[in-house]
Nanobody, 124 residues
Framework: QVQLVESGGGLVQAGGSLRLSCAAS????????AGWFRQAPGKEREFVAA????????HYADFVKGRFTISRDNAKNTIYLQMNSLKPEDAAVYYC?????????????????WGRGTQVTVSS
């Protein structure tokens, strides 16, 4: 059974940091690209960051460049999103996802496995 389970969300003050994790199981993780998306209330799901199968290539949405870092540990079947300098507008449910590609992909419809999300709240 394929599963992606996010953790690490919570409440943080503006300027603070959080580290999200996404644990994968039930499938071959190390050959597949991965990414993080987010969705705020009343808004569409949007791309945040992506990483290729071995962590050698990454891509970020402009609004997180320099603040967020995506990484992966294939030995642990886990994807991470380190979020620094958080802003109130970063508040959303954050989802991890995997794609049947080895290279970086960023479109929502390119990802076939999704987690259920973890809530990030940023107070001003």
């Amino acid at each position: 059974q394929v599963q992606l389970v996010e953790s690490g969300g919570g409440l943080v003050q503006a300027g603070g940091s959080l580290r999200l994790s996404c644990a994968a199981s039930g499938h071959t993780f190390s050959t597949r690209a991965a990414g993080w998306f987010r969705q705020a209330p009343g808004k569409e799901r949007e791309f945040v960051a992506a990483i290729n199968y071995n962590g050698g290539s990454t891509h970020y949405a402009d609004f997180v460049k320099g603040r967020f870092t995506i990484s992966r540990d294939n030995a642990k079947n886990t994807i991470y999103l380190q979020m620094n300098s958080l802003k109130p507008e970063d508040a959303a449910v954050y989802y991890c996802a995997e794609a049947d590609f080895s290279r970086v992909v960023i479109r929502t419809n390119e990802f076939d496995y999704w987690g259920r999300g973890t809530q990030v709240t940023v107070s001003s």
